[in-house]
């Protein structure tokens, strides 16, 4: 019982804390950190030992598994120069920088001990950064290269704690070193390409969406367990599975499926990364009753702990920016600009695994107090330190986050493209397949998808004080899904109806709901830019055709000799004649283009500069 009322108080703490920090605008890492650390002073407080097994079996799998399902494959292997320097590189020079600081500082440890804090201390944390990242809007580059670095950074710092274990048994050979990173790193990534196989081929044959979910919670601890079974990375195993089979969701399970496992794997992130912040401040009053109790002393104490702290920052800036031409260059980019190299290099927050691996070091080992003490310090001196000013200094160098119109313009030239897709296919089918009495169904079916790609179109150009077609619809059958939701309860209060049936007409109006949520306009994106990025490579016509300097236009010429409304003007790069969207009732724009077969036109509302391509349905 005693130990179920502590889970219970565990996460009420979690969501206590989330939600002032949402209040706070602080991020919930740091704040849930305190909260532990000021917690664990109270004398009522339980005491929560933070051991190896705990962490490294039952938080880091599927902490590592759900962030490795939203990690982009494409964009992970875009940058992987970037993220093996800073997984792989980074991770050992900065444990061997360290180790010779605090040999330094403190003679008496063997150097194997010393090579043990290094490795402890050296893995940024795959949580806190990129916790903190998202909230603060970094760059999607910096976004991505610092997911991958966290993925993959603590496979390297364990089989190099690992190693340095062993050595001060009894010492290894440089060789054995070498073959044990290949066999870990090997091994890690076979067992993780096998779990995805096994895996795919079962949920190729599985359509509930709660068996597949079900297999989806065992698999990154199957995984786990594998791969350190046969003494290879365990963390590289889960990170491969994870990534492999985010990528191929879309192929091996049905849309039920995935939505079903992507609200599980959140719940279960956002009250498992909670948990280890707070579990982190816990800590804070035991390891000061064994630093008091050390023999070295207090203040040599807080000397190696700022000594370690202040190197791991410093090795890391100096890293990033000895290799910044190699990170974040791709074949569309290149090398990152000093600016993001900066955040990069200042983003190497410390968290669980560090606390976690000083906990593997044997207890017999001398001075093991301070090593926990250095692990502490460096994990709350990152997160504060850096956490904190992560923000101000992204302000300060004006490093813009990703641009919301840009992305509603590649929204709506994906959702086009896509539209465009599913019209070809619906015109090859044959109409017997559709019966002799089709009722209309075809054109229904292609006034949704019209509708669907108009709405993602509507967002860039909707006019100030305006409510566009989207948003209308939106508001509308949101209050009709409330009063029909309203009297089905009625009716299920009257008992009259099996419960079964309301059961699924609730799920039914639910699952429409929470569509049309999802593709609310209430308010328009910002408008893109000159500097938008087009969608997809570019064609001869938008080469042909660079935007104009001012297409702005008032009115549409044919919607006022109509009589007829407009929601958004565009203005042919051809001619000049400005044209209403295709939301708008006449779609002036498109019959101009049919008409004429000019192929690009330009956005003629203010502060927009995106064109369009008719003929190869690209954006630019």
């Not at 916790?131 to 390297?156: C, H, K, M, Q, Y």
């Not at 989207?470 to 209050?479: F, K, N």
Request: glycine share 6%; with cysteine.
């Amino acid at each position: 019982m005693e130990t179920a009322i502590t889970l219970v108080l565990l996460a009420v703490t979690v969501l206590a804390g989330t939600a002032v920090s949402e209040r706070l605008r602080v991020p919930a890492p740091l704040l849930l950190v305190l909260v532990g650390a000021l917690g664990s002073l109270l004398p009522f407080a339980p005491t929560i030992e933070l051991s190896p097994e705990v962490v490294l079996l039952g938080l880091l799998p599927p902490l590592l598994y759900s962030a490795a399902l939203q990690t982009s494959l494409v964009d992970f292997r875009a940058n992987r120069g970037a993220i093996l320097a800073l997984s792989v590189g980074l991770v050992l020079a900065t444990t061997a920088v360290v180790a010779v600081v605090v040999r330094q500082l403190v003679p008496d440890l063997s150097w194997p001990a010393a090579v043990a804090i290094g490795a402890v201390v050296a893995p940024p944390d795959a949580v806190a950064a990129t916790a903190v990242a998202r909230r603060i809007g970094l760059p999607r580059r910096v976004v991505t290269i610092l997911e991958g670095e966290s993925l993959f950074n603590d496979a390297t710092a364990l089989v190099a704690l690992r190693t340095a274990i062993a050595a001060t048994a009894g010492g290894v050979a440089v060789l054995d070193v070498a073959l044990d990173f290949v066999v870990a790193a090997g091994g890690g990534a076979l067992v993780g390409l096998l779990a995805f196989v096994v895996v795919a081929k079962v949920r190729r044959r599985v359509t509930d969406p709660l068996l597949d979910t079900a297999i989806s919670l065992v698999t990154p601890f199957a995984a786990y367990i594998c791969a350190e079974e046969i003494e290879a990375s365990g963390v590289i195993a889960v990170v491969v599975a994870g990534l492999l089979l985010g990528h191929k969701a879309p192929l091996v399970q049905t849309a039920r499926s995935r939505i079903t496992e992507q609200m599980t794997w959140a719940s279960i992130a956002f009250v498992l990364e909670g948990a280890v912040f707070l579990l982190i401040g816990l800590q804070a009053s035991a390891l000061v009753d064994e630093v008091r109790r050390s023999d070295i002393g207090v203040g040599r104490v807080v000397l190696v702990c700022l000594a370690v702290l202040a190197t791991v920052v410093v090795v890391r800036v100096a890293w990033v920016f000895s290799t910044r031409a190699l990170l974040g260059r791709t074949r569309r980019a290149a090398a990152l600009p000093p600016r993001q190299a900066l955040l990069v290099g200042w983003a190497g927050m410390r968290g669980v695994v560090t606390l976690a691996a000083a906990y593997v070091i044997p207890d017999d080992t001398p001075h093991r107090e301070v090593v926990l003490m250095i692990a502490f310090t460096t994990v709350a001196g990152t997160l504060f330190a850096q956490g904190l000013t992560l923000p101000l200094l992204t302000r300060l160098l004006g490093v813009p986050p990703p641009d919301p119109a840009s992305d509603a313009l590649a929204r709506a030239t994906v959702l086009q493209q896509a539209g465009e897709a599913g019209f070809a296919r619906l015109d090859e089918l044959d109409p017997a397949e559709l019966g002799p009495e089709e009722h209309g169904v075809a054109e229904m079916v292609r006034t949704r998808v019209e509708q669907r790609s108009f709405a993602a179109w509507e967002r860039l150009g909707t006019r100030d004080g305006a409510q566009s077609p989207a948003a209308l619809y939106s508001r509308v059958r949101q209050e009709m899904l409330a009063a029909e939701r309203e009297r089905v309860l009625q009716i299920r209060s009257e008992g009259e109806m099996p419960s079964q049936v309301i059961r699924e007409v609730l799920a039914m109006l639910d699952i429409e709901e929470s569509m049309v949520e999802a593709a609310r306009q209430d308010e328009p994106a910002p408008a893109p830019t000159a500097d938008t990025v087009a969608v997809g490579a570019s064609c001869d016509d938008l080469d042909a055709h660079p935007a104009t300097e001012d297409a702005t236009a008032q009115t549409c010429p044919a919607c006022e000799a109509e009589g007829t409304t407009w929601v958004t003007l565009r203005r042919c790069l051809g001619c000049g004649e400005v044209g209403c969207c295709d939301s708008s009732p006449q779609r002036h724009a498109s019959r101009h283009f049919e008409h004429t077969q000019h192929p690009v036109m330009q956005s003629a509302e203010p502060d927009e500069s995106w064109r369009w391509c008719f003929v190869h349905q690209l954006s630019g």
